[in-house]
């Protein structure tokens, strides 16, 4: 298990680089904005997400009657939802109120954006499902067929946990920049707006398929680009403990 969850959680590292997470870097550059919390934000909600995602997929669809992919849907959904209310400043406010009653802090804390940042990591969370490795890939299986256990529960929380350490220095990164220019913090709300428009664009793309075709391209001009990335966990190691746990259940 030690060596599977370390490896999950560098696999976790380098998904970032993934041509599939690609599109979507801008919506978690996005966390930049919006209060000194947000970061931490995003990555709570997304290890939260992720990991109850992967875990629970086979008991949501079967609960809720849908298919991984409507689900997907609702993450894009939200996604762009949330880059209305960064483009709207009057929905940006009402937002402010409600989620600051739902998470019951004042409506002066709920600035520092820890609220939004969790609700654009859970959709992230399962946006992210389909971009994993091998490793993540073969306990997403175990979980369709009802079969999750501690050990699986664990390498899908070291994944997300690796996968959130780039996501949080993207996003820190992105802060430090903003603060180090004073004409971007005078333009704050221009900035706000902006990034809002490139959320509502990525979501619309994935949507309609874009990302996959972007995830294409990228494979098709930039060779061995993604078998660098996943060759981390292609060694017989990790396929001797993939095949252990399978047969385990």
């Known amino acids: ?48 997400s992720f990991t109850f995602f992967t875990l629970g997929l086979s008991l949501l669809v079967k609960t809720l009657n849908v298919s991984p992919g409507d689900l997907r849907l609702v993450a894009v959904a939200i996604i762009i939802l949330f880059g209305v209310v960064l483009v709207v400043p009057k929905l940006l406010l009402i937002f402010e109120i409600i989620s600051s009653r739902i998470l019951k802090q004042s409506h002066g804390k709920q600035k520092k954006g820890f609220g939004g940042g969790v609700i654009i990591g859970a959709s992230l969370g399962l946006i992210w499902t389909p971009c994993v490795g091998p490793i993540m890939a073969s306990v997403i299986s175990l979980a369709i067929s009802q079969q999750v256990s501690g050990e699986a529960a664990i390498i899908a929380l070291f994944y997300s ?71 981390i966990e292609d060694n017989e190691i990790i396929k001797n403990e993939l095949n252990r746990i399978n047969n385990e259940f």
């Open 161 to 231: 946990i690796g996968t959130a350490l780039p996501m949080l220095a993207i996003m820190t990164g992105g802060r430090a920049l903003i603060d180090k220019f004073p004409k971007i913090v005078k333009n704050l709300g221009k900035v706000q707006k902006a990034f809002g428009v490139i959320m509502i664009l990525v979501g619309l793309g994935i949507a309609f398929g874009y990302d996959r075709k972007f995830q294409s391209f990228i494979l098709n001009n930039i060779p061995g680009y993604g078998d660098a990335i996943i060759s």
């Open 1 to 48: 298990m030690f060596l599977l969850s370390l490896f999950a959680f560098l696999s976790g590292i380098i998904t970032i680089l993934s041509p599939c997470i690609l599109p979507v870097l801008p919506i978690v550059l996005s966390g930049s904005i919006g209060g000194k919390s947000k970061p931490y934000g995003v990555i709570t909600g997304f290890v939260l």
